[in-house]
């Protein structure tokens, strides 16, 4: 009879997790679900990888084709903690705009591209990380000293880079923005194109994270400097397909191992040493698959 009762018990636990769709990914039946990435890289050794391709020190497409910066070695680390050696990661152009799209659609498996995390985005996919938490700060031309500080932008031309948050942060106020700062935009496209706009006085300034904005200053030096005022955290996240959470624990594994293995200051300095920036090599608080 107590047998009995414990398997009835069990059924009734087992029908539960199903109705609430507690199973795998991947255990539908008939196999139509489609696979986790993780399940994917370790059948198939390969990923295709969404990174920038315009941004120095961080993702940027060399003449011969590679691809280079401290977010292409993250994820080339990642990729091997998942199984998949360098061999086999194709990595894919992914733009602040199209990063959600191209992580819905399946036109890349995992994007590591300056891509913050937010409550925003969290609707729409989902973040493995932080691997680094930078802080938004300002370019400008070397020789122009009218913006010392954030609060120098009233008034003056700031690039607007399309699907980027940092813009909001400067313009916005809170919770979405941060400054609320009477500064007016000035669109582009990317990151380089705000550098280039900058570099030809079709604008003051660029805002965006200290990482990116060391990488174009030290790429062109004495051309731009970063006004060295920091404000807000900007937490770069892993972004895959929204409930992947079985990629999502085995990235949050691989990102602490690369820190505690000391490949994660190993990287920061091979990309950032010599840009003045103080780089910070404790591993970021995980912010959780949910
Ligand atoms: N990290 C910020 C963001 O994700 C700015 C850099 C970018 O757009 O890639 O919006």
Do not use: W
């Not at 991947?26 to 990923?47: D, F, I, M, R, Y």
């Not at 300002?138 to 010392?148: E, G, H, Q, W, Y």
């Not at 085995?250 to 990287?267: I, Q």
Request: hydrophobic share 35%; aromatic share 6%.
């Amino acid at each position: 009879m107590r047998v009995r009762q414990i398997a009835v018990a069990a059924a009734a636990a087992a029908l539960a997790l199903t109705a609430a769709g507690c199973g795998s990914d991947t255990e539908a039946p008939g196999g139509s679900e489609a696979k986790s990435v993780l399940q994917k890289a370790k059948e198939s050794k390969k990923l295709v990888i969404g990174v920038k391709f315009d941004q120095p020190a961080l993702g940027l497409k060399k003449p011969d084709g590679t691809v280079e910066g401290f977010d292409v070695d993250v994820a080339k680390y990642v990729a091997k903690e998942l199984g998949v050696p360098e061999s086999g990661v194709e990595f894919k152009e992914t733009t602040s705009a199209n990063r959600e799209a191209f992580i819905q659609s399946g036109q890349v498996d995992l994007v590591f591209a300056t891509y913050s995390i937010t409550d925003e985005r969290k609707q729409k996919v989902t973040f493995g990380g932080p691997y680094y938490v930078a802080h938004q700060d300002t370019l400008v031309r070397a020789d122009d000293n009218s913006i010392k500080k954030a609060q120098d932008l009233k008034d003056k031309k700031l690039c607007k880079a399309a699907g980027s948050n940092s813009y909001k942060r400067v313009i916005d106020p809170p919770p979405d923005g941060q400054l609320d700062i009477d500064a007016t935009p000035v669109d582009a496209s990317s990151y380089s194109e705000c550098v280039a706009k900058l570099k030809n006085k079709a604008l003051d300034a660029v805002t965006t994270d200290d990482l990116i904005l060391a990488g174009f200053a030290n790429q062109q030096k004495g051309t731009f400097k970063v006004v060295s005022d920091p404000f807000s955290d900007e937490k770069y996240g892993v972004g895959m397909k929204k409930g992947d959470t079985e990629t999502c624990n085995a990235v949050n594994a691989a990102v602490t191992k690369m820190f505690e293995d000391g490949t994660a200051k190993t990287l920061l300095e091979k990309h950032f040493d010599g840009t003045g920036l103080k780089l910070d090599f404790e591993v970021p608080k995980a912010e959780g698959c949910a």
